[in-house]
Structure formats: structure tokens, C-alpha cells
């Protein structure tokens, strides 16, 4: 094996990968245990079928003549029961590892109901290794085949939103972070170099799957460095292995109450990964990466840039469990280009259809009636606090870029009632994360139009509403509020030197005072001595609010 600084010429590797379909989104597959419970009355039940179609994806079926339940759901592609480990592997892991090589990153998530085969799929035993094992070989021997590269590895638990290391086990949690680049660091998390598959059996089999009774999401992140000796640039791809906990209905546990409240945790951080998946495979602007630790740390590796698996795991016999979680399987990968903006669609007949999470969470690319009501509302009270404007900021009204240098000419100009025209049709998070809506500006203030903002948690939502009640607020109270708590009550943004207001796009957004203008709608206003005063007063407040609460 080579040093970690050695080349891979990339030939074999390269022809390798260029032989692999293009692959857009989450590829969405699904696996059917074996046989294997002991109880011989439960092969009289409902079994699960599969239909492959002709135009490569599967069909999956169940018929409950007890309950006169006769459904179909479509996925990518279904493995069945018959079907090894090491045929999944070169079908759809191989491919993703020859992406790693070349400084890609990547996952597999093996999602399903409780003792439907994640554990064995994903992680497997020493004797009958699982994906990610198999992985760490096959890139051990493709970095020895074509010439050199090193391998280290991370472990992790996500355990009621907390994330742990598991190969050095500390009490902190892994912090979650995002750099300059908008990569997201885990801070604490170690990292172990991996020579050989003994190395590798070491660490993983006697730490990372030790724990077979908690119920956690377990992760391992396979790290690859890599120098392309053609163009001399190094490579570092990833590829993060997790075994989700399994799906259970809560209305089913007859457990004590700690069960059942670990068990709707569980439920609802899976739920919020699906809303990923079903985001990437609907092409949305906005992807839900905030609703929980677990999806900030895979925001790397679910990308646009990146490829991925989900890997449904399903019993081989009907069972209530099973039928909802390949729903959510089928309902996250049938959407790809499918996804059109459609005014009438209601969230009824959206992923969020009977599930016990709020139905906006995450939710922009399709506006329901009751949405657009209340957007309407915003929208209104918007255009009238502009044409209440002082005259100062009226004359101001059509934001002229040449007045503060280069960097304003990114600001995007906005007339008086052009809001609603200019927003109607965008997703409702897009309004952030694409511009800012410079509404109208002077020498000394600015006036930024921070419209209705979809809530990823209750929190949000509720101290977006307590703004929205007071913003009638007069311009005097506008101006003259120079507290933490007036800037709560009166939705006052301190803004930055006019030079510093640069588009709010995806690059900013790690930004709190982005995060403000996000959370907080309404006119806002402020003159360049508040922005000096209060700024950091605000962004204290955000932080302690949002970032680290
Ligand atoms: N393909 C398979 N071949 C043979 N046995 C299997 C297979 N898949 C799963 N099993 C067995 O089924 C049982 C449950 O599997 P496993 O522990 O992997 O399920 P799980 O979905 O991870 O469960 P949980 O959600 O409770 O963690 C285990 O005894 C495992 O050995």
C-alpha cells in the first residue's frame, strides 16, 4: 500500500468510472429481508412482492386481504430476497466509490422498520461483512491497484439529536459547523488512519458496532486522499455509511413512556432526513439541512454534488411498519422531474400527507391555498408601510446601485409594490437565499423588504408571528428603538455599511444576520449609527436564539 501522499494514475479507475450512468439525486432502492423469523405462521401472511418494470425501476406490493389493503409503490430499483450483499455492492456501491476517488462525496443510508436487515445491510459482522466494510476493502485495494492514496475513518452516533464519536469516546458532542466554504466541519469527531482490512476490522467491529441495544443512528465516514498524478491535484473524497434506527409506529408501542418518546424521536429525525431526499429529488432550491443535527451533517454528502443511496430495508411479510416506510422510500424518488410548481395542489396529497410532522417543515416548492392566504396578508402590509415611508426613504424608493460602489450593484432593485410580483411564483424560502429586496435606500439608511419565511421549528414560527403582530409599528418607533428588546418587539434590523449590503444568497447564509433578515419579516430599517450600535447586540441575540440554542 502507498504512502498517503502517493499518486493514482487514475487509468483503470477513470475507465471504470466513466462506464457509470449519470446519476441525478438520491437513488432510492430497496432490499427484501430473507425468511428468517422462526414463527412458521407468519409465511400464511401477506408477503411482499416485487415487479421489476422495463424501464428499471421496481414496483413493490403488498396485498392484506385482512384488511383489504392492496397497495403498489414504485422505487428506483428492489433487491430481493435471494439477492446477496456482494451483488448490491457492485450494483450500487462500486460506482459511488470510483466518485470518492476522484474527490467526490457520497452516502448510503440504510433506512427501514425496526429488524427489517439495516444493521446486517449496512454494518454486517466480522464474519459477514456489511456495505460499509466492504467498502473500506475494495477502496483499500483500488488505492493499492492504482498506485497510492490513504484511508482514515470516523465513527459516530446520532442519538436523540445528539452526535457522538464512538472511536474515541468523549462526553462532548460533536459540534456540527459550517466553514467559510460552507463545508460542515465536525468538530470532535476523530478521525483514525486505515492501512490495511485488519486495521480497519480493529477499530470497526470491536467499537463502532458493539452497542447492538441502543437505539441510535449509527454513521462511518470513510475518508480517501488522493493525488492525480496528470494534473497534480490532490483529491479528498468521503463517503458516510449510516445505519438509520428503525422506523416504528408509536401508536403501536405498548412499552413504557421512555420507549415511546425514543421511539418518536427516532420517527421524526427520520422524517426530516426523507425531507432531504424528497427536496434533492424534487430539484428544490431549498433543502431542510437545518431541521436537525443528523441532516446538517449530511448536508456534504446529500448534495446536488454528490451522490447517494437510500437503501430501504423492508420485512419480507406485510406489516404495518413496512408499508410506511417504503410509502416514504416510494414518495421521495418518484419525484424526480416530475416536481412542477402547482397552485392547486394542496399539502393533502404531498410527502407530508398523515405524518406527524408540521407539514411546512421544509416544505417550499409547492404554496398551499391557506399559504398564499397568509402571504397575501404579508404581501399587503408590506406595500403599505412602503407607501407610509418618511419622504426621505421615498426618494430613496428604487435602489440606485451606483451610489455605494461595486459591491451594491449585486442588490437587486425593487419598486414599490413590485414585492408580490416578484415573489408570488418563488419558493418562499428563496426570497433569502437567492436576493435581498433592497426596497428603497438613501445615503444614510436602508430599507430592506424581508418577506413571509417558511418555519423549520415551532420556535421560529411562533417568534415570526409575534413580529408580524407588531408591524404596523410607527416609523418613530422604528427608528428610535435602539435595545435588544425594542429590536425584538418592532422588527428593526440594524444593517451594515451600505457597501456591506450584498445580495443575501447561499453563500451568506451562515451568516446570522442573514439568518435575521430569514426569520424576522417585515420593512426593515436603519440608519448606518444603528447598524454601528446595535449590531452586535443583534447578532448576540441571534446566535443565543438560533445558532446555539
Ligand atoms: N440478508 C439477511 N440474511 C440473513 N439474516 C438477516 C439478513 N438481514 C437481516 N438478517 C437478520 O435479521 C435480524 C434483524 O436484522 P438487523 O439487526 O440487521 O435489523 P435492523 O433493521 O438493523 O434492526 P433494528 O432496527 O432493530 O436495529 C438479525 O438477526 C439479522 O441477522
Redesign the pocket.
Known sequence: MGSPSATITGDSVEQRSQRLPHRRGVRVVGKI??F?DKDPSLLNRSQVSVVKADGGHAVISFTDHSASRNESYKLDWCYEQDERLDQIFSKEIKPLLYGVLRGSNACVLGY?A????????IQGSEENPGLAPMAVFELLALIEESGGGSVSISCYEVNQDHIYDVLEPKEQEVLVLEDAGRRIQLKGLSRVPVKSVSDFKRAYFNRCNSD?QLRSHKGLIIYVATVDKETNTNHLGKINFI?L??YEDVKRIIDPKPHLSESAKINKSLFQLLNVVYALNANETYVPYRESKLTRLMQDFMCKSSSAVLLT?LNPVLCQDTGHVVSMASRSCQVVNQYRYDSSRKHKSSLWQGLPCSPSAGRTGSINSSTKKNENIRFGSMEKKLNNATPMTKKGIGFTPAAYGSSARKVRQFQPGSVEKDTKDMPLRKLFDGSSHITGSTQDEVLIASEAVEHSSQEEAECTSQVLEHSSSDEAALTSSNTIKDLEIVDVVPATEPSGIQTINETAISDPLVLAYRYWPGIWRATKQHAVDLHKNFIDAIEKKFLFA
Open positions: 429481508r430473507p428468517i427501514g425496526r429488524r427489517s436487515g439495516k444493521t446486517h445491510t447492538a445505519d434506527a428503525g430495508c
